[in-house]
Structures are given as structure tokens and as C-alpha cells.
């Protein structure tokens, strides 16, 4: 019994041999990619940690987080672009710059011509990201949280909203018109496409949020209809001649 084990040993061993040998020859060997020289046509790993690691939700959706390849090349990007032209206006609600590590629960959605990525900044800021046929960029950002203006109104919760009145700093309608003016010029919004925009002061009952939304609707269509509405952003004042943003939705193409 011995005997036959060894033969059987040295036989394995022989076809392995021969199996490894035939494939240096013919250059089937397969070496491990090297994070320090990527191959061609591959996503280097960022500096700071290795790739992430995706997971799918019952949708179907993509749940990642900001080593992802796709979120480090396409979404960031463009999330620090529309950042940028907030800062250039003097309008950003973020002190410093947002790092992309303070970026967390990223979605990504595929839809039939593209995808739609959205994902939280920090603790008490949301975005989503859309690249489409004929649009890339940031379609929607706003507040999160318990300071959160839309959610206080919407859910008439008085505490909110008696703690975000008492806050509040009123700004003149023509102060507002003046921001309102940059901030539509950076995210081309093309006035001869749209109707006189709306604006108005966020509140509800006595409660005024000092807080100004300014909505685009599409040019001739039906004012009744809230689908018209295709561009809105709310601006918060920070004293009587300066704001920030606190809210931006680009719902479709005019």
C-alpha cells in the first residue's frame, strides 16, 4: 500500500509539472495584478484604501461608498463643480471644502439611458447625481436632519419650526433677486426657456424660515400644473444682503 501511495504521489506530482510547464510556454500564466503598476485600461486605487466593496438592495441598486471607482471619477467631480460655483458666489452653505470621505450611503441607479447617484454629505447634506442622454451633473441637493426647513413645514412639526423662526434673518426681495440672478446664471438657467420666475418665502402659520425659493416654469405651460416647475432653489439668508443655499432641484431639461 505504501509503495502504490508513493507512485501515486510522484505520478500527481509529474502532471502538475508538465501542467505549469506547458503554461509558461504558452503564456497562459496568470500573475497578479499589481496595485502599484495597474493594466491597461484599469482604475488605479485611490491613495487612501482599496476598492470598495458593492453590495445590491432589492432594487437593484448599487450601494457603494467613496472608494468607489465610479464615485471617484464621474460623481465626485462633478458634486465638487456645482460646490465650486456656490463658492465663487458666495452662496456655499460648507466652511471649508468637502472632502470626498465625508461622502456616505452612495446609490448608484441605472436607468435605461444612464444613472442616477444619490448620496449624503456629512450629516445634514444631501445630492444626487445624473448623467442622461443630453444632461451630467447634480440634478438635486438639500438639507437632512432635524434643521431640515422642507421637513419642519411638511410635517407642521411647531418645535422646528419655532427654533428655525427664531434663527431667521429677514432679507429684502430685491437683495434676494440680486443672488437669485448669479446662482441662475451658474447653473444655466436660460431665462428665455422659462416663464418670470416665482419667488417666495419658505413658512407656515406665524413661522418665517427667512428662507427664499425662486422656481422656474417651463415657458407657455400650465402654471397649475407643478410639473411645469423644472428648476428651484432656495436661498437662506445669512444677514440682509447674503445667503446661502440651502436647496437645488433640477427636475428635467426645459
Known amino acids: 500500500m505504501k509503495r502504490r501511495a508513493k507512485i501515486i504521489a510522484i505520478v500527481v506530482a509529474a502532471i502538475i509539472a508538465v501542467y505549469l510547464l506547458w503554461q509558461k510556454r504558452t503564456g497562459h500564466v496568470e ?71 465625508s461622502c456616505s450611503k452612495i446609490r448608484i441607479i441605472h436607468t435605461p439611458n444612464g444613472i442616477i447617484t444619490p448620496f449624503v454629505i456629512g ?46 434673518i429677514t432679507m429684502p426681495e430685491a437683495e434676494v433677486l440680486k443672488i437669485e440672478n448669479g446662482v441662475a446664471d451658474a447653473f444655466g438657467i436660460d431665462p428665455s426657456q422659462f416663464e418670470k420666475p416665482q419667488m417666495f418665502e419658505e413658512g407656515l402659520f406665524e413661522y418665517h424660515l427667512g428662507i427664499y425659493t425662486v422656481r422656474y416654469r417651463k415657458k407657455g405651460s400650465d402654471p397649475i400644473n407643478q410639473l411645469n416647475y423644472t428648476r428651484e432653489f432656495s436661498l437662506k439668508a445669512t444677514s440682509p444682503t447674503t445667503a446661502v443655499l440651502v436647496s437645488y432641484s433640477h427636475l428635467a431639461q426645459p
Open 123 to 168: 450629516d445634514s447634506w444631501t445630492a444626487d447625481y445624473t448623467r442622461n442622454g443630453s444632461f451630467e451633473g447634480i440634478t438635486h441637493f438639500g438639507q437632512r436632519g432635524a434643521d431640515n426647513p422642507y421637513r419642519a413645514i411638511s410635517h407642521a412639526n411647531t418645535n422646528a419650526l419655532r427654533r428655525l423662526s427664531e434663527r431667521a
Open 31 to 101: 500573475n497578479p495584478v499589481s496595485l502599484d503598476a495597474p493594466a491597461h485600461g484599469m482604475i488605479q486605487t485611490p491613495p487612501e484604501g482599496p476598492f470598495s466593496t458593492r453590495a445590491t438592495n432589492a432594487l437593484g441598486d448599487i450601494l457603494t461608498d467613496a472608494q468607489d471607482p465610479e464615485f471617484i471619477n464621474n460623481v465626485f467631480p462633478k458634486f465638487r463643480e456645482f460646490v465650486g460655483a456656490l463658492k465663487r458666489l458666495g452662496v456655499s452653505p460648507f466652511e471649508t471644502d468637502v472632502q470626498r470621505g
